[in-house]
């Protein structure tokens, strides 16, 4: 199913948080692949402390075997 994405952080959090659980990937483990420091880094984004960019949120897509799709309005 899509899930449109607006200019939401709660929204792009809860979505990631998704990502992450469907993926069956602990922070730990997505950090690793993420070469990040540790799962804290990986937790800030889930709860909203943090807003990922854009090249972020693709990369936490593409570990998670996610993909995204851009549609543009007609």
């Given at each position: 199913?899509?899930?449109?994405?607006?200019?939401d952080?709660?929204?792009?959090?809860?979505?990631?948080?998704?990502?992450?659980?469907?993926?069956?990937?602990?922070?730990?483990?997505?950090a690793r692949?993420?070469?990040?420091?540790?799962s804290n880094s990986?937790r800030q984004?889930?709860?909203?402390r943090?807003?990922?960019s854009l090249k972020q949120?693709?990369?936490?897509?593409?570990?998670?075997?996610?993909?995204?799709?851009?549609?543009?309005?007609?």
């Amino acid at each position: 199913a899509l899930t449109p994405i607006v200019n939401d952080e709660r929204a792009i959090s809860r979505l990631l948080e998704t990502l992450f659980d469907k993926a069956g990937l602990t922070y730990a483990e997505a950090a690793r692949r993420l070469h990040l420091a540790d799962s804290n880094s990986v937790r800030q984004y889930t709860h909203g402390r943090r807003s990922p960019s854009l090249k972020q949120f693709l990369r936490f897509a593409h570990v998670c075997g996610a993909k995204v799709l851009v549609e543009f309005p007609r």
